[in-house]
């Protein structure tokens, strides 16, 4: 896990957003209904060694954590997307699994707001 980086930097959202309270929940709210699939796909993939979709769920998990300030996530992300470009299968789900442990950190973090 990526525990140098935070989990939810906040300040992402608040200067993209200029700091708009009702926004930033709507955003968090759709991260929060649109990411377990993605992860579940994500996990699933792995496992079949489906390296392409695993990619593909990989840039799109990145893309959104990025969004929201979800640093430690979106670094997840992007060694997920390393590993593939390498076609390290192991690598691959190994560093899901533990990319599913930052994403579940930071679910609890924002089911706790």
């Not at 930097?9 to 990411?35: H, Y």
């Not at 969004?67 to 192991?90: D, F, P, T």
Request: glycine share 8%.
């Amino acid at each position: 896990m990526s525990s140098e980086l935070p989990v939810l930097d906040r300040s992402v959202l608040m200067e993209s957003l200029g700091n708009d309270k009702e926004l930033i929940k709507e955003i968090l709210e759709l991260f929060k209904d649109t990411t377990p699939e993605i992860v579940e796909n994500l996990d699933n993939d792995a496992n079949e060694g489906n390296i392409e979709e695993v990619k593909r769920n990989a840039h799109s998990l990145k893309g959104s954590a990025g969004n929201i300030g979800a640093k430690a996530l979106e670094e997840s992300m992007r060694n997920i997307e390393a590993a593939c470009a390498k076609n390290e299968l192991e690598g691959i789900r190994n560093k899901v699994s533990g990319a599913i442990g930052e994403y579940n950190l930071l679910k609890s973090e924002l089911d706790s707001q």
